[in-house]
Every structure is written in C-alpha cells, then in structure tokens.
Nanobody
Framework: EVQLVESGGDLVQAGGSLRLSCAAS????????IGWFRQAPGKEREGVSC????????YYADSVKGRFTISSDNAKNTVYLQMNSLKPEDTAVYYC???????????????????WGQGTQVTVSS
C-alpha cells in the first residue's frame, strides 16, 4: 500500500524559509515521480514541483522557480521541498503525490497522480 506522509508546514513571515518533507513507503521509490501540489482556500489545486526519482529530473511551476528546490533522498524514501523567499501567496495546504513515472503525461496535473498524502499547512504572514 502506497503511503505518503508530509511534514514541515508552519507559520512563517514573508521572506522566510521552510522545508517540507514527504516520507514514502509501500512502493519502489525509484520507479515513481513525486510531486508537490498546493491548494489555497477557494482555489484549485496546482502543481508546484516534481522530481523523477529514476533520473533526478526536476520540474517547477513558474511561480516558484528560483525560490523552491525539490530534492530526493532515495536511501530514506523521502522527498523534500525547500522553500525560500516565501510570499503570502504561497499560503496553502501542500500535498505530496506519487505516480509511476511512465504513466505521467503532465507533472503539473493533479489528475495524473494516484496516491496522495494528507497535506501540511503552510501559512506566510505579511
């Protein structure tokens, strides 16, 4: 059974940093891509970043490029999202999601991912 557990969400001031973690179990880590998505109140879930664990390729939404960094520790089956220079508009519930690499058509589409964590709240105050 695929399990994903996010942690690291918190309240932080604008300009600050947070590191989110996504601990994964129940599947062959190297065969999957792990994506980070976020959903703010009243808005649709949007793709933030994704990492292909087979080759380390990374992808970012334009809104976070240069500020967020995704990384993976394959020995620990954990994916991290380092978030720097946080802005109030980054406030959202952040989810990690997993899907076999070959079946993903668009990493930024939540519908392409079949397994999800419970989410962690990130709040950025101005």
């Amino acid at each position: 059974e695929v399990q994903l557990v996010e942690s690291g969400g918190d309240l932080v001031q604008a300009g600050g940093s947070l590191r989110l973690s996504c601990a994964a179990s129940g599947f062959t880590f190297d065969d999957y891509a792990i994506g980070w998505f976020r959903q703010a109140p009243g808005k649709e879930r949007e793709g933030v970043s994704c990492i292909d664990n087979s080759d380390g390729s990374t992808y970012y939404a334009d809104s976070v490029k240069g500020r967020f960094t995704i990384s993976s520790d394959n020995a620990k089956n954990t994916v991290y999202l380092q978030m720097n220079s946080l802005k109030p508009e980054d406030t959202a519930v952040y989810y990690c999601a997993a899907q076999t690499i070959q079946t993903i058509l668009d990493w930024s589409e939540s519908a392409d991912f079949g397994s999800w964590g419970q989410g962690t709240q990130v709040t950025v105050s101005s």
